[in-house]
């Protein structure tokens, strides 16, 4: 079964920095990729996806993602991160109706 | 619009008790899965249904059961309530299972 990875469990930037969240995914075919976003208490929303293309997605809230297929990424990217950006960030892969997250990673952005 | 309605929020139950999670949405989407969320783990499918009177097993189904009669509605199961199922359950739907998912708010569970 494919397995997604999310290396940095929690990462603190300064508000107004840039910020680039990791994911690697491990099916080789052409993936269906997403990343979500959860605020405390609330479901997961939609940032952005990628099924094939474009290798650079754009997504709400200002974020932007690349797919990288010799290096199995999709790394997720702001350049100038706000305080409301702090929330809890899954990449997810789905395979055949299977869909699989990372284990997330939690932004935390200090004033 | 009210999208994907899970019911109830928070719920707390003795081991061995059953109990149902109620799923509901209202965008006419064909796919729809549960999945519980446990901390350092991210979400995890538990069973998921690509149409009426269609369901299948993700990664995690053993303790639960699911149907799926209308479209609307994707009821989860648990028949007997263990300490291990205690968790956040997220219900979600979609056009098709490779298409971004809508989530409900969740349903917090605690099993003692």
């Known amino acids: 079964a494919q397995s997604v990875t999310q290396p940095d469990i929690h990462i603190t930037v300064s508000e107004g920095a840039s910020l680039e969240l990791r994911c690697n995914y491990s099916?080789?075919?052409?993936?269906?990729l997403f990343w979500y976003v959860q605020s405390p208490g609330q479901g997961l929303q939609l940032l952005l996806k990628y099924f094939s293309g474009d290798t650079l997605v754009q997504g709400i809230k200002g974020f932007e993602a690349e797919f990288k297929r010799s290096q199995s990424s999709f790394n997720l990217r702001k350049p100038s991160v706000h305080w409301s950006d702090a929330a809890e960030y899954f990449c997810a892969e789905v395979d055949n109706n299977d869909m699989r997250f990372g284990a997330g990673t939690r932004l935390t952005v200090k004033p | 619009n009210a999208g994907v309605t899970q019911t109830p929020k928070f719920q707390v139950l003795k081991t061995g008790q059953s109990m149902t999670l109620q799923c509901a949405q209202d965008m006419n989407h064909e796919y729809m899965s549960w999945y519980r969320q446990d901390p350092g783990m991210g979400l995890r499918l538990i069973h998921y249904?690509?149409?009426?009177?269609?369901?299948d097993q993700g990664e995690v189904p053993n303790g639960y059961n699911v149907s799926r009669s209308t479209t609307e509605d994707f009821p989860l199961r648990l028949l007997s309530a263990a300490p291990s199922q205690t968790s956040v359950y997220f219900c979600?739907?979609?056009?098709?299972?490779?298409?971004?998912?809508?989530f409900g708010d969740g349903t917090r569970l605690s099993i003692l």
């Open positions: 099916y080789g075919a052409t993936p269906y």
């Open positions: 979600a739907s979609s056009y098709q299972g490779y298409q971004p998912q809508h």
């Open positions: 249904s690509v149409g009426a009177g269609i369901t």
